[in-house]
């Protein structure tokens, strides 16, 4: 039997996308170094998948920093010696906020790059040539309509953008270094939000998020006063800053149809936006939230936040074409899911 290791699976679209690769019946193993997730996870993504108690071997956990390759090793030996080789790895583990990446430059370039780079070398050593990897929307940076294309020029303008473009800039040499042996998939999330429809499962980031829908959470649950919208003289339909929000569902899925195609077809590697195609801005994002959940959502005005582009859309037609993957959940169900969780907890 053949194995999915997952790196960074108890986070936030690790843990789904594992439930996801439990449910259609995968071998998986999950490794993190838990610095900001917790092992706790695995035995709601167990619940939720119905896996029967005889077939809890389907899933293992090994807590494991990405840059440590001597254990890397070890543990994929291991699990060629348990006749459960590992031939692909979805790889999400990386350090993720844009804020503290311009802080701590190194501390990015070393977990996210240097990881992977080790990641990578075990890979190599132990004949396993498969990945997908969790790139971002952010490498695009600055663009013209903010309707973003495969082809639009990468120029990241923050350090976290810039270990995911290096990321994928390394991916692309190592490929065309062997053409036929490589099959990789370069995945660039727009703006994953929402959570599990179960309310199970979801994001729980430690200390103090920076992206908006937790924080429209917090708000929600009153642990805050009130969201501080950064900005409302954009040149968007209301003033407020314009993403593509997708749900946390879509985005595992979108694992799901790539680990299938690449397997299915000739080496190759590609790159792909997953994202609904459609924006919504600051304040409609509130007055929907607040619609389905029926609470207030009290704001604030502020400054612009630095780095903060004004929209940043997907085209998703690649997506649609090459991988026959279309989002199905509306910007309605990432509200209620991702409040469903939060009230699960209180
Ligand atoms: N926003 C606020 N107030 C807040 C936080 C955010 O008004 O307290 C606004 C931002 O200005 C922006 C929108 O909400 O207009 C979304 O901001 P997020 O911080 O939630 O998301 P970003 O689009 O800035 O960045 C996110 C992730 C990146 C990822 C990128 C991909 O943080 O890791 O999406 O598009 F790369």
């Known amino acids: 039997m053949n194995t999915v290791l997952v790196t960074g699976g108890t986070g936030f679209i690790g843990s789904h996308t594992c439930l996801c690769l439990l449910e259609m019946g995968f071998y998986i193993l999950i490794i993190d170094s838990n610095v900001n997730s917790s092992k706790k996870v695995l035995n709601k993504i167990k619940k939720l998948s119905k896996i029967p108690k005889e077939d809890d071997n389907r899933v293992d956990f090994l807590k494991c920093d990405i840059r440590n390759e001597d254990l890397l090793n070890r543990i994929f030996k291991k699990k060629l010696e348990e006749n459960k080789k590992i031939t692909s790895v979805i790889h999400f583990a990386a350090l993720k906020s844009v804020s503290e990446s311009d802080q701590f430059p190194l501390k990015y370039w070393d977990t996210n790059v240097s990881g992977t780079i080790s990641l990578l070398k075990v890979m190599t050593a132990n004949d396993c040539h498969t990945l997908i990897f969790s790139s971002s929307a952010t490498i695009y940076g600055y663009s013209k309509d903010g309707f973003l294309k495969e082809s639009t020029p990468i120029s990241p303008i923050n350090t976290?953008?810039?270990?995911?473009?290096?990321?994928?800039?390394?991916?692309?040499?190592?490929?065309?270094?062997?053409?036929?042996?490589?099959?990789?998939?370069?995945?660039?999330?727009?703006?994953?939000?929402?959570?599990?429809?179960?309310?199970?499962?979801?994001?729980?980031?430690?200390?103090?998020?920076?992206?908006?829908?937790?924080?429209?959470?917090?708000?929600?649950?009153?642990?805050?006063?009130?969201?501080?919208?950064?900005?409302?003289?954009?040149?968007?339909?209301?003033?407020?800053?314009?993403?593509?929000?997708?749900?946390?569902?879509?985005?595992?899925?979108?694992?799901?149809?790539?680990?299938?195609?690449?397997?299915?077809?000739?080496?190759?590697?590609?790159?792909?936006?997953?994202?609904?195609?459609?924006?919504?801005?600051?304040?409609?994002?509130?007055?929907?939230?607040?619609?389905?959940?029926?609470?207030?959502?009290?704001?604030?005005?502020?400054?612009?936040?630095?780095?903060?582009?004004?929209?940043?859309?997907?085209?998703?037609?690649?997506?649609?074409?090459?991988?026959?993957?279309?989002?199905?959940?509306?910007?309605?169900?990432?509200?209620?899911?991702?409040?469903?969780?939060?009230?699960k907890r209180f």
């Open 160 to 343: 976290y953008g810039k270990t995911k473009s290096t990321i994928e800039q390394i991916l692309n040499e190592l490929f065309h270094s062997q053409p036929n042996l490589w099959r990789i998939a370069n995945l660039r999330y727009f703006n994953p939000i929402g959570a599990h429809p179960s309310g199970f499962i979801g994001e729980d980031p430690f200390g103090m998020p920076n992206n908006i829908f937790p924080l429209i959470i917090k708000v929600a649950s009153r642990e805050i006063d009130y969201l501080k919208i950064f900005g409302n003289d954009y040149d968007t339909k209301d003033g407020t800053g314009v993403r593509d929000y997708i749900h946390v569902m879509d985005v595992s899925e979108g694992h799901m149809v790539a680990l299938d195609f690449l397997t299915k077809n000739e080496p190759q590697i590609i790159q792909v936006n997953l994202g609904t195609g459609k924006g919504t801005s600051v304040l409609e994002l509130i007055s929907i939230f607040e619609k389905v959940n029926n609470l207030k959502i009290p704001y604030k005005f502020v400054e612009k936040r630095k780095g903060d582009v004004a929209k940043c859309v997907a085209d998703n037609s690649l997506a649609q074409k090459l991988l026959k993957w279309s989002p199905k959940k509306t910007i309605e169900e990432m509200c209620q899911d991702g409040w469903k969780w939060k009230e």
